[in-house]
């Protein structure tokens, strides 16, 4: 039993706020997870970044995290995911580093890292060695790009870094550093593990590497499957959102969203996309799966033709 997947079944599903929790905890050298600064020593060495340097110099990295940390920005609060700070024997911040956790890539949001940045500054203006993570799964969509291309830095002391929760090439991401934890304890390099957190670190790896992994059109999950994929299409609303329909032999239709693998409301997103294009489907008298064959026998002979409005260049013919 992996109790982060259980808890993420249904309405109440485990969501970034959970997850970004578990993270800053082994982020917290502090914490009562038995791992002291093993955790955020890997991390940091895993940023490889020379203005943290100096935070591997030390004996034990303190380590103190906070959750939400609210600032304001003209009237308005904001919160951010994780707030790393780092102390000296002297209990003085050396180093402040920010973490935006995106796991759902539909909730970027083009302002909002430099609305963060913004808000720290308004607060302290004068604020040394401060680091802004963008945290997301390995998927550089136009969103992302954008919220963290708009993230201009004020001084050379102020950094900013785009990684990922597990990455399909490279360095492996965020995940292969909590795998590392484990193996560093096999090999004896780090003291011992309890049981319960062992188990407690090996299935938070298991669930953040499958709800961040990189969705693409061949391994976006899919849910509660009924029967094989007999037909599939990706189609972009006007709004810019980007779906994968689905058909099964069983004649199940399931929509997803492309960008956060959520999946939507099968009869709303295809009549959406049937009235944004003048299609000739009359869905208000059809139930959702006789909307869907409709719909794959209009997108096939369009596709044929190269006609289909909306589709996804990456299916086109």
């Known amino acids: 039993m992996n109790i982060f997947q259980v808890l993420s079944q249904g309405k109440s599903r485990l969501h970034e706020p959970s997850i970004s929790a578990m993270f800053g905890y082994l982020l917290d050298s502090n914490k009562d997870h038995g791992l002291g ?4 020593r890997k991390f940091i060495e895993y940023l490889n970044n020379p203005t943290l340097a100096d935070i591997l110099e ?4 303190n380590s103190q995290v906070t959750l939400e940390e609210p600032y304001e920005l003209d009237g308005k609060r904001k919160d951010i995911d994780i707030q790393i700070i780092i102390l000296n024997e002297k209990k003085e911040e050396l180093h402040r580093v920010i973490i935006e956790n995106k ?9 909002q890292l430099k609305e963060y940045y913004q808000a720290i500054l308004e ?3 004068e604020i040394q ?23 201009d830095m004020k001084k050379d002391s102020h950094t900013k870094q785009w990684i990922y929760w597990s990455e399909d090439k490279g360095n492996g991401g965020v995940v292969s550093v909590l795998r590392k934890i484990l193996n560093l304890e096999i090999q004896g390099v780090i003291n011992p593990i309890n049981e319960y957190m062992r188990h407690t670190l090996k299935a938070f790896i298991q669930h953040a590497s499958s709800i961040t992994e990189a969705k693409n059109r061949k391994t976006m999950r899919t849910g509660e499957d009924i029967g094989e994929i007999t037909d599939e ?4 609303t006007k709004d810019g959102n980007i779906y994968r329909i ?33 299609i000739a489907i009359e869905h208000k008298k059809y139930n959702t799966r006789m909307i869907g064959k409709k719909f794959f026998t209009w997108y096939d002979e369009c ?5 289909a409005k909306g589709i996804s260049s990456e299916d086109s013919i």
């Open 37 to 40: 600064d093993a955790f955020v």
């Open 58 to 61: 030390c004996e034990f990295i």
């Open 103 to 111: 796991i759902k890539i539909g909730a970027a949001n083009p302002n």
């Open 123 to 125: 607060d302290e203006s």
């Open 129 to 151: 060695n401060l680091h802004i993570i963008f945290l997301t799964p390995d998927l550089n969509t136009a969103k992302l790009s954008q919220e963290y291309e708009n993230l």
């Open 233 to 236: 299409a990706t189609i972009i």
């Open 246 to 278: 689905i058909r099964r032999d069983s004649k199940q239709i399931q929509v997803y969203n492309q960008d956060s693998g959520d999946k939507e409301v099968a009869r709303h997103i295809l009549a959406k996309y049937i009235d944004e294009n003048n």
């Open 303 to 307: 596709s044929k033709n190269n006609l």
